[in-house]
Nanobody, 113 residues
Framework: VQLQAYGGGLVQAGGSLKLSCVAS????????LAWYRQAPGKQRKLVAA??????NYTDSMKGRFTISRDNAKNTVYLQMNSLKPDDTAVYYC?????????WGQGTQVTVSS
């Protein structure tokens, strides 16, 4: 499984971005998918996760971020609204499939104040 994330960029505080992550391979609908982020000098942390029927969010992202998936397109999304400078990080997609666990390459999100 290969994961290709894109959609990051520079945005002003209060703005929005939508990240996408496309997965190769078959059986995408069975994957557990997640977005993590890693700020400079900090550990990588979970942002949100989605399985076949449920979503979970880190508390600080609830109400601002929305994770979704399109199984027909092998794609997982992260809609980010009301962005803050503290949201600046490299965002990674992550997949757990029957064949293993995989990381995407990361996409940089920078929020200016």
């Amino acid at each position: 499984v290969q994961l290709q994330a894109y959609g990051g960029g520079l945005v002003q505080a209060g703005g929005s971005l939508k990240l996408s992550c496309v997965a190769s391979g078959s059986g995408f609908s069975a994957y557990m998918l997640a977005w993590y982020r890693q700020a400079p000098g900090k550990q990588r942390k979970l942002v949100a996760a989605i399985s076949s029927g449920t979503t979970n969010y880190t508390d600080s992202m609830k109400g601002r971020f929305t994770i979704s998936r399109d199984n027909a397109k092998n794609t997982v999304y992260l809609q980010m609204n009301s962005l803050k400078p503290d949201d600046t990080a490299v965002y990674y997609c992550y997949a757990i499939s029957p064949s293993g666990r995989y990381w995407g390459q990361g996409t940089q999100v920078t929020v200016s104040s």
